[in-house]
Structures are given as C-alpha cells and as structure tokens.
C-alpha cells in the first residue's frame, strides 16, 4: 500500500499568511494527487486534483505542485473561510489512501 | 440540482448488518464510477470503495474485504453498501462520492461528496 504522510499535521497561522503543506507519498504516484478542504460536520470538498489543477469555484489563492512523491498544497493569503483540515489524496494505486490530515488553525 | 443523500445508517450490534444506500440526483449516474469514504470519530478519511459505471468492476480496502460489498441500481440512480459482520471500527460517517475520472484509471478524483450517514456498531 502507498503510505501518503502530511507535514504538518497542525498549523497556526493568521489571516493574510502564506502557507504551505506538505504531502510525501511513500513510492512515486506521478501526478495523481488530489486535495480536499474539510470542515467540521461537513463533507469534504474537492479543491485541487492531478497535483496543480484547481477545482472549479475555489478560489486561485489555493495552489498545489509537485511531482512522484513530494508535493505541496499552498494558501497564498489566508482568508477567514480557509481554516479547515486538508487531506491529500493518491490515486495511482489500490488502495486508495489519504494523508493523515493537517488541521489549521487561526493563531 | 447536482446532489448525493446518504441513507440506511444507524445504530448496530458488532456482529451485525447494514445497508447504506446513496440517492443520485442532477447528473448521469450511469456516467459515473462512484465510492464511498468513511471516517471515524475524530479520524482521517478513508476509501472504502469503488464500482465501475456498468458495476463490472468493483474495489475495496483490505479491511472490509469479503464483508462489504458495493453495488448500483443505474435505473434507480442510487448507490449502495452492503456491509456485513460489522465490528467495533466500522463505527464512521460514511461518504458517497462521484468519481470523476480525467485521463486514465488512475487520473480521476471525488468532485462530488454527500453529506454522509454516521454508523454506529456498539452493543
């Protein structure tokens, strides 16, 4: 199974910050990584998929890149509505796998 | 409007069974390979399964193998998960989701999530 492993898995930030996360996956997964934003009691939400490819509707200030196993997903300005959990996503391989999560918050 | 209600969750002993079923609406169901995705009180996410468009092709986590099994009415536009001999850490909020698919079987990502349906498995 391809182990996905999230850095940080907390984050305090303040609105107007850049922020990065980071997503490693334990073997190369070429660009088929995807990122959900999820609040709580709500379901996730589809925000960036194939790595760099925003979702329709979110807004451009999110941004991902990477490439085989080390990519990154950044919030270029943080807005009040950004703090939430991300997860990323593999899916070159079954099982299908999601980082641990990396929860942030507003400092 | 383009939409996925989860129904069928509930409150079972371990040992247990339980249908969940996902009502499609606003879109070609038949188009679509579709999952579901859990997550435990307080956990990550965690892919449960996929079904192909047609139903021919099915996949699963290890961990349900042989005791869930995923399965679509086109016709009735809905999505179900059969889930048997359930056990304490099946306890989730369980996802329906649409799978879109880019390029290849690999290149493809949930676009489209219910809003879930909380299974509990406690005696």
């Known amino acids: 199974d391809i182990q996905m492993t999230q850095s940080p898995s907390s984050l305090s930030a303040s609105i107007g910050d850049r922020v990065t996360i980071t997503c490693r996956a334990s073997q190369s997964i070429r660009s088929y990584l995807n990122w959900y934003q999820q609040k709580p009691g709500k379901a996730p939400k589809l925000l960036i998929y194939a790595t760099s490819s925003l979702q329709s509707g979110v807004p451009s200030r999110f941004s991902g890149s990477g490439s085989m196993t080390d990519f990154t997903l950044s919030i270029s300005s943080l807005q009040p509505e950004d703090f939430a959990t991300y997860y990323c996503?593999?899916?070159?391989?079954?099982?299908?796998?999601f980082g641990q999560g990396t929860r942030l918050e507003i400092k | 409007e383009v939409q996925l209600v989860e129904s069928g969750g509930g409150l079972v002993q371990p040992g247990g069974s339980l249908r969940l079923s996902c009502a499609a609406s606003g879109f070609t169901f038949s188009s679509f390979w579709m999952g579901w995705v859990r997550q435990a009180p307080g956990k990550g996410l965690e892919w449960v399964a996929n079904i192909k468009e047609d139903g021919s092709e099915r996949y699963y986590v290890d961990s349900v193998k042989g005791r869930f099994t995923i399965s679509r009415d086109n016709a009735d536009r809905s999505l179900s998960l059969q889930m048997n001999s359930l056990r304490a850490d099946d306890t989730a909020v369980y996802y329906c989701?649409?799978?879109?698919?880019?390029?290849?079987?690999?290149?493809?990502?949930?676009?489209?999530w219910g809003r879930g349906t909380l299974v509990t498995v406690s005696s």
């Open positions: 996503q593999q899916t070159y391989s079954v099982p299908i796998t």
């Open positions: 989701a649409r799978v879109h698919i880019l390029t290849t079987i690999s290149d493809w990502n949930f676009d489209l």
